[in-house]
């Protein structure tokens, strides 16, 4: 169990700059995931984290002990690290059994064989795969190559474990399972983990924090219900949150002592935005689609459209309405018989709109 | 940068591959500029024995003598322009033979419904396994004719009829053996190149209406082309390196071509004009080079769009399905049991020229020294010889050391390029590690004799030293295996590794049980090349043996200058027998796969 700090990290592969000024701190037992669409220098935080990869310049720590300061040219080497990495690929060992994968770290640290055996099996147990001790990795299923390689870092004891992308390749059933045994076993071991992903969904369902990033620049970090109801631009909104939000261009005016928003035929206000200078400047608003309601009898507060088209997704419906020259995504939950060029009416829920200023920071 | 951050940085990069990397580009640079630099300086000072020729000059003195004897005036003909041109011719015509006849086999093996594909894949290889000049040996046994004096060939002795000196001897001849070795480079390389195309860009092809051979013509050949040109560089660079094959067959009508006039300027004590030549040499070398790479880029790119191949209709031969197959397995037949027969027949006759039953015998494998017997040569056979036999073994020694060495660097190499890969200092290393490939080979040992003759700094004269033949043909097969190499190490995943790392594995723990298991097979496979080049390699070591380090191939020499082939033959016959045996059975242990490590 440890805090893992960044100061100032910043990473460049020659002219490229994959980690920008990246400062942030991993609190202790927390499940910190890395988000953000591919290219976005997650995995490669991770990997300085774990000691593969070399900020250009800056510092980490990890537990109140420095690993890594180019200044002082400090460095610990990943083995000395005492965390584990679980690779996307897994990369188990092919040419050892599932045993020989799992004690490999022991071995190197020139434990006792009967100490290996014991520590072995037990996480074998934990993880259910003490029955295939003896199998070679390809034998293996998918999921169950997932547990080995998580297995591997688990007998190290590491006082942080690093994940990456791990379920990416599995398929949509097996990962639902996975995300609650990861989970779970982060309230079992107390560790900290530090998770990498690309699925929001992913990020919201297991984080307790989640650390946005964007072109190598932290965006927010977060736990995950903050980071949907209040992301702090259009680009965390906009990637957060399925189906996505909906933003429309439109200009801000002024209403009372505050902002609101003209967008293609809607209307929003935001009493708490009080900055009157923008008045008159381009602007996005944002509306979660399960933040509108849909009616098709004429309301007085509501906007006239007409369905686009209605996408059934079991549980739900996704509505695509057209106003004006937006097309807006909305989410039912009852079916309402809708039609294609119907008619219909939407309103906004009360303090659920959001706008964001040109320059996609959110106007509070 | 302070002190501090620097020293951190260096400590954190300087891992075993990426020090000794270092030391492999400061070798490659020092036995490749190097040299350059001693040759071209030779070329113009004044050599001890060529006093004379000169008036007035002492050994050491400054002169254009050797620029100007070989480029201009009378003696320029003789000296390099016929050469040259004969060179050109030699190993222009020679590729596209050996190309059409690698390509065609290639398209009929991969594309028809041939029969008897493996059988024929692997014959078509044994003409590269044996050593290049074993066919105009074979040549001249078959169709020598009264020129050269001694017996008659085999053809003669059978029909009579006595044939023209330019189908026994010079170009003709050249050009035929040199292709006849040299196309199975182009039926490995085009073959691939033909499985390697995604069937559904043909199949696309023939969706729109074209027929087969609109197809063939403006979809597959087009994909096949870089495979074509770099296949044809790569064989017009190895016949500008040969020695044997034109120093055999082009001898007996005084025809040179560079190789063999390096050679005889060596030998006839014209250094400074010999590295001259040399220069010449590499020059065209690294020209080929610089064409190959333009060629390997273009070639990348078809590479991203070739797919698995998939399955794809075989064209039917229809009628003339058991005509073509009688026709290629005569081919085959005679490219590769009928030189060794011929050649072991030979080592068989007591009399050359005379094959009756009665004429059959060991004398020249096992017979006793003799100046009574056969040829009266006063030699013992080649198993009772203890010159020949000390040569077989330096053969082994040396092919057995240049395979370890190459095989240990090459997979180093191979590592550190995989690891770094994208960084310039990977780039070079794949680069230069390639360099020596496309050298002329006889001119790369000329330059070997330039460095090494004498000592330099710390470095010693390795001259009369199987370690020089031994380096020599380190580097000059290292691209093979450092191409293995860097082909194998890229198919791992550098996290199979950093997940040793994690786990704390110090470099050798992680090199010796993870790198080292995975790649065993392709390590053995980069072994298999380097031991067989170096078995039956010549024209590199041709200038750099001494009588202390007579390998099997160079002490042949020997024998053909005095016209005792039927101990040339034996001993070609051993070295084709272990070259061929230790293929199949490398194979058969540990599914070597030859193919994989030519061409690069």
Redo the contacts between chains.
Sequence with gaps: MAEIVLKNVTKK??SVTAVDNLSLVIKEGSFTTLLGPSGCGKTTTLRMI???D?PTSGEIWIGNRCVF???????V????RN???V???Y?????MTVFENIS??LN??KRRADDIREIASEVAAVLRIDDLLDRYPSELSGGQQQRVAIA??LV?KPQVMLLDEPLSNLDAKLRMDMRSEIKRLHSETGSTIVYVTHDQLEALTMSTDVAVLHNGVLQQLAPPMDLYHRPKNEFIADFVGNPRINLIQGRLLKEHDHLAIEAGGLRASFPHATDLSLVGEEATLGIRPEDIMLSTNPTPEGFEGMVYSVLPAGSEWYVRVRIGNDLLTVTEYDDMGLVNDQPVWICIQPNRAKCFARNGELLD | M????????V??NATPHTILSVVIIAFLLYVVVVPLAVMIKETFIVHPMERFQIPGAMPGDATLHHWKKTFTGSSAGAFFFKPFMNTLIMSISMSILAMLIGGILAWLVVRTDLPGKKFISNLAIVPYIMPSWTMSLAWITLFKNPRIGGSVGLFQYLTGITLPDWFSYGMFPIVITLAVHYFPFGFMLISSALENIDSQLEESAELLGAGRRLTLRKIVFPLVMPAILSTFLLTFSRGLGTFGTPSFLGGPVRLYVLSTLLHANLVGQRPGMAYLVALVMILMGSLILYMDSKLLGARKSYVTISGKGGKRGLVSLGKAKWPVTVLVMIFLVCVTFVPFGVLAIESLTLIPGDYSLSNLTLHYWIGPASTSIGLRTGEAGILRNTEILRALGNSLKVGLLTALVCGVLGMLIGYTVARMR?TRFAAALDQLSFMPYLMPSIAFGSAFLALFSVPRGPIPSLYGTLALLVLACAVKYLPYSSRAGISAMMQI?P??E????????SWF?RIS??IF??QKSSFFSGLLLPFISAMRELSLVVLLVTPGTQLATSITLKFTDRGWYPYTNAVMVLIVFTVLATTWISRKLMGTDLAKGIGG
């Design positions: 592969f020659g774990a000691g593969l070399h300061s180019s200044e002082k040219g400090h460095y080497p990943p083995g000395k965390l584990g990495l690779f996307q690929s990369a188990l060992w092919p040419h490999f770290g190197v640290q591997r870092v190290m | 302070n002190p501090a951050a620097f020293l951190g940085r400590r954190r994208g995943g996290e199979l950093e997940a040793a790392t994690m786990a704390g594995a723990k049980s993870i298991p995975l």
